[in-house]
């Protein structure tokens, strides 16, 4: 099945007040509600990842990167489609790629809940979506590994932590942000390439990241909170049907919230 990729951008005099705030103060539920609305009418679930491009927003306002799997339809006054064109990656195995990704780094643990909790979670099944109740339950719940490893070692450091302290926590998100891509990489079919370190001569992945941030959002009296990671770097082609699957439809968790749009270019 082919694709679309797409780059959207405001057109800011069909913004509202409230949009025009949440929009300016990078809300993800407004960016999610914004990008769903080029895809009306089919009732089907999301069927699209993107990304928002601050830097290339038109007078610093944001525009979007889109992978779907339908064209994007204009919304008169709100969002143009300023460009479109068909999406089916071809890639070899052994090809060398450039890529970038805001990823939302986590790790799943099954937590088994017990009574109170089980009764809790029946009540919303019935309330929200009139299931039946279910007497055993497992949870997956999703961690943000970054955070995890900086309070391994202490986090929050108080406000006279020594400098020591201070660069041990930042080598443990340092170490958490590198682990946490080099273990998904080959699921994405990407192997990542080595680089001389400059300092010791010695092999290192030629991957970056940096951008790490805490996102806090409200809809409807609901809170939810996520964490975000830019990452590029230069990988080898390992599967490329694994690839051309990552590409199309996304990698890792809040896809939702603009992160897992994957993007590649030979080198």
Not at 63 to 85: A, H, I, K, Q, Y
Request: charged fraction near 25%; include cysteine.
């Amino acid at each position: 099945m082919s694709h679309f990729f797409s780059r959207i951008t405001l057109a800011r005099e069909g913004l509202d007040p409230q949009t025009l705030s949440r929009v300016l103060a990078e809300d993800g539920y407004q960016y999610h509600a914004l990008v769903w609305r080029l895809f009306p009418g089919d009732g089907e679930a999301r069927s699209f990842v993107f990304r928002v491009d601050q830097a290339r927003g038109t007078g610093g306002w944001p525009s979007f990167l889109v992978v779907s799997r339908r064209p994007p339809t204009p919304v008169p006054g709100l969002l143009r489609v300023e460009s479109v064109r068909p999406f089916a990656p071809q890639l070899a195995e052994g090809e060398q790629v450039q890529f970038c990704l805001r990823a939302n780094p986590t790790a799943a643990s099954v937590v088994e809940l017990d009574a109170e909790a089980l009764a809790r979670f029946n009540a919303e099944r019935a309330a929200q979506r009139g299931l039946p109740p279910k007497t055993h339950h497992e949870r997956r719940r999703f961690h943000d590994v970054i955070m995890a490893a900086k309070k391994r070692v202490g986090h929050p450091l108080p406000k006279d932590a020594s400098p020591t302290a201070r660069e041990t926590l930042a080598q443990a998100a340092d170490q958490a942000a590198q682990a946490w891509l080099l273990a998904h990489a080959s699921a994405w079919g990407l192997e990542i390439l080595h680089r001389e370190d400059f300092a010791t001569g010695a092999p290192e992945p030629a991957l970056e990241w940096s951008a790490y941030t805490q996102h806090r959002l409200h809809n409807k009296g609901r809170a939810l909170s996520f964490s975000s990671l830019e990452y590029q770097g230069l990988a080898r082609v390992s599967d490329p049907a694994r690839l051309v699957t990552a590409l199309t439809e996304g990698v890792g968790r809040a896809k939702a919230f603009g992160c897992g749009l994957l993007l590649v270019r030979r080198v």
